[in-house]
């Protein structure tokens, strides 16, 4: 059974920084693109960042390029999202999630259950 | 404001067929990026409904089906069910971007 377990969340100050991790199990982790995907409350879904199956290829949100890092490590079965100099806006439930395939271009096929992130002081 | 336009809701009664419709441009949909498709019931984690613009995964009853022509896609729900209500969401790939996408989501009301 595939499961994504996110962890890291929790409430932090504008300007600090954050690790989020997700666990993989159940599947061939190196064989797959990993992503983030974050969900504001009350809001839609907004595409994060993904990874390709070899860390050849990564993308990220226009709103968070610069200031997150996606990394994997395959050894450990593990997907990471270090999140430095926090806004407000970036408050939400962040999914880890896998794609379809080895690029990061496809769809989602299964997610984690997510862990919040609260930016406030 | 998304990149993919989805209507903010729809609604229908019971046993009826809705249709959500999921609207690109020529550097997404147009392009001959694939649409996917997501279910997320109150309270849960999204779902994957339809990949590859009209394919089910295991498990998802053929009630759903989903389509795409030109810089467009859409959703269809036959039969509707009381545990249908719930917000779907498209979601592609923009060249222009090199971002992947999604539609502002839309909730689905079964009256």
């Known amino acids: 059974e595939v499961q994504l377990v996110e962890s890291g969340g929790g409430l932090v100050q504008p300007g600090r920084s954050l690790r989020l991790s997700c666990a993989a199990s159940?599947?061939?982790?190196?064989?797959?693109?990993m992503h983030w995907v974050r969900q504001a409350p009350g809001k839609g879904l907004e595409w994060v960042s993904g990874?390709?199956?070899?860390?050849?290829?990564?993308g990220y949100a226009d709103s968070v390029k610069g200031r997150f890092t996606i990394s994997r490590d395959n050894a450990k079965n593990s997907l990471y999202l270090q999140m430095n100099s926090l806004r407000a806006e970036d408050t939400a439930l962040y999914y880890c999630?896998?794609?379809?395939?080895?690029?990061?271009?496809?769809?989602?096929?299964?997610w984690g259950q997510g862990t919040l992130v609260t930016v406030s002081s | 404001q998304s990149v993919l336009t989805q209507p903010p809701s729809v609604s229908g009664a019971p046993g009826q067929r809705v249709t959500i419709s999921c609207t690109g441009s020529s550097s997404n949909i147009g392009a001959g990026y694939d649409v996917h498709w997501y279910q997320q019931l109150p309270g849960t984690a999204p779902k994957l409904l339809i990949y590859?613009?009209?394919n089910r995964p295991s498990g998802v009853p053929d009630r759903f089906s989903g389509s795409k022509s030109g810089t467009s896609a859409s959703l269809a729900i036959s039969g509707l069910q009381a545990e249908d209500e719930a917000d779907y969401y498209c979601q592609s790939y923009d060249s222009s971007l090199s971002l992947v996408v999604f539609g502002g989501g839309t909730k689905l009301t079964v009256l």
């Open positions: 590859g613009n009209s």
């Open positions: 990874i390709s199956w070899n860390s050849g290829s990564i």
């Open positions: 999630a896998r794609g379809s395939g080895s690029g990061y271009v496809g769809s989602f096929d299964y």
């Open positions: 159940g599947f061939t982790f190196d064989d797959y693109a």
